[in-house]
């Protein structure tokens, strides 16, 4: 089921848990095997965690949809973390995920009729399904499944950063640290451990773990710990006896007192509770010996037995990784710290600085400025079409006259004397919330409408029905008999770009607008804004994404960048021409 090329999702944000699996990787020098998270009640975001000593990101998304294939694909395990109200659906949609082959299932208390179901659907799917109401799993030295293990000292005494010859699996989670260190200390220690779960209805089962396992040669014998309830240890004793399992198998059923209480009591676990005589562990326990495992008269016995069937096995301890470099690394783990502050984008430590982990010389030498701004603000390469979009946006919107309120503020606060960063922010100032408020809403109408199907014309009436401007439709100055060249020349450029479907309805509702007045055209900003749109779609990015890259400020990222090239000439401009303090004139005001 699991090994070093085993990588996890998990289904739920479980930071901690991520960390030790971690913490666990970092010690047995394999890759990082949590590769995301699912949050279904957050967007997508960004959670650090440690390897080692050194910091890394790992992503959480709202949906498996949301996550991008170079990692979806990279995964082989989900560890479902979801509550006993909403572990089902999760699952069924686990299972659904084709490179998904092993799935983990934590809550307890999942209605019966809810594990028949996915028991039944599996038939058809063939995942390997460990739970419900199971917490480990752990390939030693490989693979840690969750929480096991307990601390990174228990998991060095008890020998788990290397695979040795012990196959240990249970119903119980919570005896398994016990197991694996009794197992440690009377053998060379275990390979694999297991605990499928303590419910009435477990999915994977007993016959189906050991079988798989009984193949591996490296597992020279098999330690089963069970308990009263069920009847599948009655059905491993009959595989023993019939020599379907070869190797030497140590079992026990644990509440043998359960004999000397009234029928029916059931113990802590769901499943632990005998129905009838063949269920109680005296009765299992005595066909195991009958059929040929070695069983101890109690759980005080036990290590005894594995140390004598491990000693007839004549196995030699090789221990050819030295405990003092796990401890140097335990003691790296424990003395790192977190840092202050992220970047994700450029980094001056080196000889050369990088955008984007592109030295600038490359940027120079083959590169223009729109390179530069999508490696740092999107972290992506571009094809000729969008950088030839971008380039001609920044020069389209870099000046749009003195008249506007933007400009007045820039060129007033100029003639006071301040300086050009000053001049600057006073722009800035005047800019929010209108303008915002044009591009995001707009792109939220936009967006869903043309995800959901809506027709232009649907579109218009339903903002007319809610008493709605239309962002990104009208302009004070423009019209249909007064075109905007800029709007021209972005069309044009538009025609390169594979599909335009934000763009097309745009300038459907466009046509719909006209009849009424015509001055309500889609302007430039509704245009830039359509376009940005159908490139990010180009580029495959998922609605989440988008979303998070808007919200971020992305879209007023590209107008304050190139209209700040004209505010910072209109500033310059007015210090040239040492235009005085600025006054209006009592004409141009009411008085009352």
């Known amino acids: ?109 999942i209605p019966e009729s809810q594990i028949r179901k996915i028991i039944a659907y599996n038939k058809e799917k063939n995942k390997n399904i460990i739970g419900p109401s199971t917490v480990w799993a752990m390939v030693n030295g490989e693979f840690r499944v969750g929480n096991t293990g307990g601390s990174l000292e228990n998991i060095i005494s008890s020998k788990l950063y290397k695979k040795w010859s012990v196959w240990f699996v249970s119903k119980s989670g919570g005896m398994s640290n016990e197991l694996r260190r009794i197992i440690a200390d009377n053998t060379n220690g275990t390979h694999t451990s297991v605990a499928i779960g303590w419910d009435k209805y477990s999915i994977a089962t007993f016959k189906d773990i050991i079988l798989a396992y009984e193949k591996i040669d490296e597992i020279k014998m098999i330690v089963l710990l069970w308990e009263v309830g069920g009847n599948e240890e009655n059905e491993i004793a009959q595989m023993i006896k019939t020599g379907i399992i070869k190797k030497p198998v140590v079992a026990f059923c644990i509440g043998t007192i359960s004999d000397l209480l009234p029928s029916g009591v059931q113990f802590g676990h769901a499943g632990a509770k005998a129905d009838t005589n063949t269920e109680s562990s005296n009765y299992k326990n005595l066909n195991l010996k009958n059929a040929g495992a070695v069983v101890p008269e109690s759980f005080m016995d036990l290590w005894e037995k594995i140390k004598e069937t491990f000693q007839k096995l004549d196995i030699k301890n090789n221990w050819d990784i030295e405990v003092s470099d796990l401890q140097k690394k335990v003691e790296i783990i424990n003395s790192r710290k977190s840092t202050k502050m992220t970047s994700t984008i450029s980094d001056e430590r080196w000889e050369e600085l990088t955008y984007n982990k592109k030295p600038i010389s490359e940027y120079i030498q083959t590169w223009s400025i729109a390179h530069v701004i999508w490696n740092l603000w999107l972290k992506r390469d571009l094809p000729e079409y969008a950088i030839e979009f971008i380039n001609a946006l920044i020069i389209l919107l870099a000046d749009h006259g003195p008249a506007v309120s933007w400009a007045t503020n820039a060129i007033i606060t100029a003639r006071a004397w301040n300086d050009v960063k000053s001049s600057l922010i006073a722009w800035l100032t005047t800019i929010w919330p209108r303008f915002w408020w044009a591009i995001d809403g707009a792109w939220k109408y936009f967006s869903e409408a ?143």
């Open 450 to 592: 043309v995800k959901n199907g809506i027709s232009p014309k649907e579109y218009v009436d339903t903002m007319k029905q809610k008493w709605e401007f239309i962002p990104w439709i009208g302009h004070k100055v423009k019209s249909k008999f007064n075109p905007d060249k800029r709007c021209e020349l972005l069309l044009n450029l538009a025609k390169k770009i594979p599909k335009t479907p934000h763009l097309e309805f745009a300038l459907e509702v466009e046509k719909l607008t006209l009849e009424k007045k015509p001055n309500l055209i889609l302007n430039v900003d509704g245009i830039v804004a359509c376009m940005l749109l159908d490139i990010f779609k180009d580029l495959n990015m998922s609605d989440i994404e988008i979303k998070n890259y808007i919200e971020a400020g992305i879209f007023n990222g590209f107008f304050i960048l190139a209209r700040s090239i004209w505010f910072i000439g209109h500033i310059i401009d007015q210090k040239l021409l040492h235009e005085p303090l600025y006054r209006t004139s009592w004409d141009d005001i009411l008085y009352i």
């Open 1 to 109: 089921m699991f090994s070093k090329k085993s990588f996890a999702i998990i289904y739920g944000l479980h930071l901690s848990t991520a960390q030790k699996m971690l913490d666990f990787d970092f010690i047995c020098e394999r890759e990082p095997s949590v590769v995301a998270f699912v949050d279904p009640w957050k967007d997508i975001s960004n959670y650090k965690l440690f390897f080692g000593w050194k910091e890394m990101f790992i992503t959480s998304y709202p949906d498996y949809e949301s996550i991008p294939d170079n990692i979806l694909k990279k995964a082989d395990t989900v560890l479902n973390y979801a509550s006993f109200r909403s572990a089902y659906g999760a699952t069924l949609k686990s299972m659904e995920i084709e490179n998904i082959k092993n799935i983990i299932i934590i809550a307890e208390w």
